[in-house]
Protein backbone atom coordinates (compact mmCIF):
# COMPACT_ATOMS: atom_id res chain seq x y z
CA UNK A 1 0.00 0.00 0.00
CA UNK A 2 1.02 3.55 -0.98
CA UNK A 3 2.23 6.14 1.61
CA UNK A 4 1.07 9.59 1.53
CA UNK A 5 3.01 11.36 -1.09
CA UNK A 6 4.29 14.70 -1.47
CA UNK A 7 5.21 17.01 -4.28
CA UNK A 8 7.91 18.89 -4.64
CA UNK A 9 10.61 17.72 -2.44
CA UNK A 10 12.07 20.90 -2.60
CA UNK A 11 11.41 24.34 -3.04
CA UNK A 12 12.77 27.60 -3.52
CA UNK A 13 10.98 30.90 -3.64
CA UNK A 14 11.77 34.38 -3.30
CA UNK A 15 10.43 36.69 -0.71
CA UNK A 16 6.89 37.97 -2.22
CA UNK A 17 5.75 34.62 -4.48
CA UNK A 18 3.47 32.10 -4.13
CA UNK A 19 4.14 28.55 -3.52
CA UNK A 20 2.07 25.64 -4.09
CA UNK A 21 2.32 22.20 -2.37
CA UNK A 22 0.78 19.16 -3.20
CA UNK A 23 -0.26 16.20 -0.87
CA UNK A 24 -1.61 12.29 -1.71
CA UNK A 25 -2.95 10.73 1.17
CA UNK A 26 -3.01 7.05 1.49
CA UNK A 27 -6.06 5.46 -0.37
CA UNK A 28 -9.07 5.23 1.55
CA UNK A 29 -7.91 7.83 3.98
CA UNK A 30 -10.34 11.16 3.90
CA UNK A 31 -8.65 13.58 5.79
CA UNK A 32 -5.75 15.60 5.39
CA UNK A 33 -3.82 17.36 7.38
CA UNK A 34 -0.59 20.13 6.92
CA UNK A 35 1.78 21.00 9.74
CA UNK A 36 4.81 23.45 9.12
CA UNK A 37 7.63 22.11 11.08
CA UNK A 38 10.43 24.70 11.12
CA UNK A 39 14.13 23.60 11.33
CA UNK A 40 14.74 22.45 14.75
CA UNK A 41 11.82 23.08 15.91
CA UNK A 42 8.10 20.59 16.91
CA UNK A 43 5.07 20.42 13.97
CA UNK A 44 2.58 23.44 13.76
CA UNK A 45 -1.02 22.55 12.95
CA UNK A 46 -2.16 24.04 9.73
CA UNK A 47 -5.15 23.00 8.09
CA UNK A 48 -7.39 20.12 8.58
CA UNK A 49 -9.46 18.89 5.34
CA UNK A 50 -12.10 15.87 5.43
CA UNK A 51 -14.19 15.02 2.44
CA UNK A 52 -13.42 18.13 0.29
CA UNK A 53 -14.26 20.88 3.34
CA UNK A 54 -12.08 22.99 5.69
CA UNK A 55 -12.48 21.55 8.59
CA UNK A 56 -10.07 23.13 11.39
CA UNK A 57 -7.01 26.20 10.98
CA UNK A 58 -4.12 26.62 13.22
CA UNK A 59 -2.64 29.88 14.03
CA UNK A 60 -1.59 30.55 10.52
CA UNK A 61 -2.32 34.04 8.79
CA UNK A 62 -5.04 33.90 5.81
CA UNK A 63 -2.04 34.06 3.42
CA UNK A 64 -1.81 30.17 4.02
CA UNK A 65 -4.95 28.54 2.51
CA UNK A 66 -5.85 25.13 0.52
CA UNK A 67 -8.32 22.55 -0.65
CA UNK A 68 -9.02 19.35 -1.01
CA UNK A 69 -10.06 17.59 -4.13
CA UNK A 70 -12.68 14.91 -4.81
CA UNK A 71 -9.99 12.57 -4.83
CA UNK A 72 -9.24 13.94 -1.43
CA UNK A 73 -5.43 14.87 -2.52
CA UNK A 74 -4.61 18.39 -1.29
CA UNK A 75 -2.93 21.43 -2.25
CA UNK A 76 -1.29 24.16 0.04
CA UNK A 77 -0.79 27.88 -0.76
CA UNK A 78 1.21 30.15 0.53
CA UNK A 79 1.02 33.61 -0.72
CA UNK A 80 3.27 36.71 -0.14
CA UNK A 81 5.86 34.70 0.79
CA UNK A 82 8.25 35.57 3.81
CA UNK A 83 11.36 34.31 5.14
CA UNK A 84 10.17 33.23 7.99
CA UNK A 85 7.74 30.81 5.84
CA UNK A 86 11.18 28.78 4.76
CA UNK A 87 9.89 25.29 6.50
CA UNK A 88 9.67 21.92 5.98
CA UNK A 89 5.52 21.49 5.09
CA UNK A 90 4.64 17.90 6.21
CA UNK A 91 1.38 16.27 5.44
CA UNK A 92 -0.81 14.18 6.97
CA UNK A 93 -3.71 11.88 6.16
CA UNK A 94 -6.17 9.29 8.42
CA UNK A 95 -9.61 8.00 8.00
CA UNK A 96 -10.84 10.82 8.60
CA UNK A 97 -12.30 10.17 12.10
CA UNK A 98 -10.89 12.85 13.65
CA UNK A 99 -8.80 11.68 16.57
CA UNK A 100 -7.13 8.24 14.39
CA UNK A 101 -3.46 7.86 13.89
CA UNK A 102 -2.15 10.12 11.32
CA UNK A 103 0.56 9.18 8.85
CA UNK A 104 3.02 11.28 7.21
CA UNK A 105 4.89 12.17 3.93
CA UNK A 106 8.41 12.91 3.54
CA UNK A 107 7.42 16.46 3.45
CA UNK A 108 7.97 19.11 1.30
CA UNK A 109 11.12 21.78 1.58
CA UNK A 110 10.49 24.98 1.12
CA UNK A 111 12.73 27.54 1.23
CA UNK A 112 12.41 31.57 0.44
CA UNK A 113 14.99 33.88 -0.25
CA UNK B 1 -4.22 27.77 26.42
CA UNK B 2 -2.55 24.56 25.57
CA UNK B 3 0.48 23.10 26.08
CA UNK B 4 2.74 19.96 25.88
CA UNK B 5 5.94 19.68 27.75
CA UNK B 6 8.86 17.31 27.22
CA UNK B 7 12.32 17.31 27.27
CA UNK B 8 14.56 18.99 24.89
CA UNK B 9 17.33 16.74 24.87
CA UNK B 10 18.21 13.34 26.14
CA UNK B 11 21.11 11.18 26.34
CA UNK B 12 21.12 7.64 27.07
CA UNK B 13 23.84 4.41 26.10
CA UNK B 14 23.31 2.01 23.88
CA UNK B 15 20.98 -1.28 25.52
CA UNK B 16 19.68 0.71 28.42
CA UNK B 17 16.34 2.17 28.86
CA UNK B 18 15.23 5.43 28.69
CA UNK B 19 12.55 7.11 29.76
CA UNK B 20 10.58 10.15 27.97
CA UNK B 21 8.12 12.70 29.65
CA UNK B 22 5.28 14.44 28.62
CA UNK B 23 3.02 16.46 30.73
CA UNK B 24 0.04 18.22 28.92
CA UNK B 25 -2.98 21.08 29.23
CA UNK B 26 -5.37 21.06 26.76
CA UNK B 27 -8.59 22.12 26.57
CA UNK B 28 -9.78 18.55 25.02
CA UNK B 29 -8.52 15.30 25.46
CA UNK B 30 -9.41 12.12 23.46
CA UNK B 31 -5.91 10.40 23.57
CA UNK B 32 -1.50 10.68 23.67
CA UNK B 33 -0.02 9.79 20.57
CA UNK B 34 3.92 9.17 20.26
CA UNK B 35 5.60 9.93 17.20
CA UNK B 36 9.80 9.34 15.90
CA UNK B 37 11.43 11.82 13.66
CA UNK B 38 14.65 10.50 12.27
CA UNK B 39 16.75 13.68 10.91
CA UNK B 40 15.38 14.63 7.29
CA UNK B 41 12.55 12.31 7.69
CA UNK B 42 8.64 12.50 8.64
CA UNK B 43 6.76 11.70 11.77
CA UNK B 44 6.57 7.86 11.79
CA UNK B 45 3.75 7.04 14.50
CA UNK B 46 4.73 4.24 17.29
CA UNK B 47 1.92 3.90 20.10
CA UNK B 48 -1.08 5.88 21.06
CA UNK B 49 -2.90 5.66 24.44
CA UNK B 50 -6.58 6.35 25.02
CA UNK B 51 -7.08 4.90 28.56
CA UNK B 52 -4.87 5.08 31.87
CA UNK B 53 -1.91 2.59 31.91
CA UNK B 54 0.45 0.82 29.82
CA UNK B 55 0.71 0.15 25.86
CA UNK B 56 3.82 -2.05 24.92
CA UNK B 57 4.54 -2.53 21.38
CA UNK B 58 7.87 -4.31 20.84
CA UNK B 59 11.06 -2.29 22.80
CA UNK B 60 8.81 0.86 22.68
CA UNK B 61 5.90 1.00 25.78
CA UNK B 62 3.97 4.13 26.64
CA UNK B 63 2.02 5.26 29.72
CA UNK B 64 -0.98 7.72 30.50
CA UNK B 65 -2.39 8.86 33.31
CA UNK B 66 -5.32 11.21 32.55
CA UNK B 67 -5.70 12.56 36.49
CA UNK B 68 -2.28 13.74 36.39
CA UNK B 69 -2.39 14.79 32.95
CA UNK B 70 0.91 12.88 32.07
CA UNK B 71 2.67 10.27 30.01
CA UNK B 72 6.01 8.81 28.99
CA UNK B 73 7.68 6.69 26.30
CA UNK B 74 9.65 4.24 27.48
CA UNK B 75 12.29 2.53 25.16
CA UNK B 76 14.19 -0.34 26.08
CA UNK B 77 17.12 -2.07 25.26
CA UNK B 78 18.35 1.41 23.04
CA UNK B 79 19.93 0.99 19.60
CA UNK B 80 21.75 3.42 17.67
CA UNK B 81 18.63 3.18 15.50
CA UNK B 82 16.94 4.80 17.79
CA UNK B 83 18.11 7.84 18.12
CA UNK B 84 15.53 10.25 16.86
CA UNK B 85 13.32 12.82 18.08
CA UNK B 86 10.60 12.07 19.94
CA UNK B 87 7.06 13.88 20.14
CA UNK B 88 4.06 13.14 22.36
CA UNK B 89 0.74 14.55 20.36
CA UNK B 90 -2.60 15.33 22.37
CA UNK B 91 -5.89 14.02 20.11
CA UNK B 92 -8.44 17.50 21.27
CA UNK B 93 -11.88 18.13 20.70
CA UNK B 94 -10.89 20.17 17.96
CA UNK B 95 -10.27 16.86 15.76
CA UNK B 96 -6.34 17.65 15.45
CA UNK B 97 -3.33 16.42 16.95
CA UNK B 98 -1.39 19.01 19.28
CA UNK B 99 2.07 18.44 19.11
CA UNK B 100 4.74 18.98 21.78
CA UNK B 101 8.23 20.52 20.52
CA UNK B 102 10.18 17.46 20.60
CA UNK B 103 13.08 15.29 22.77
CA UNK B 104 15.66 14.84 20.58
CA UNK B 105 17.29 11.55 21.88
CA UNK B 106 21.14 10.60 21.11
CA UNK B 107 22.12 7.34 21.33
CA UNK B 108 25.75 6.59 22.83
CA UNK B 109 27.88 3.97 22.59
Known amino acids: EAGVTQSPTHLIKTRGQQATLRCSPI?????VYWYQQALGLGLQFLLW???????NRGNFPPRFSGRQFPNYSSELNVNALELEDSALYLC????????????FGPGTRLTVL | GQSLEQPSEVTAVEGAIVQINCTYQ??????LSWYQQHDGGAPTFLSY????GLEETGRFSSFLSRSDSYGYLLLQELQMKDSASYFC??????????FGTGTRLTVIP
Open chain 1, 92 to 103: ASSLGRGTDTQY
Open chain 1, 27 to 31: SGHTS
Open chain 1, 49 to 55: YDEGEER
Open chain 2, 26 to 31: TSGFYG
Open chain 2, 49 to 52: NALD
Open chain 2, 89 to 98: AVGTGANNLF
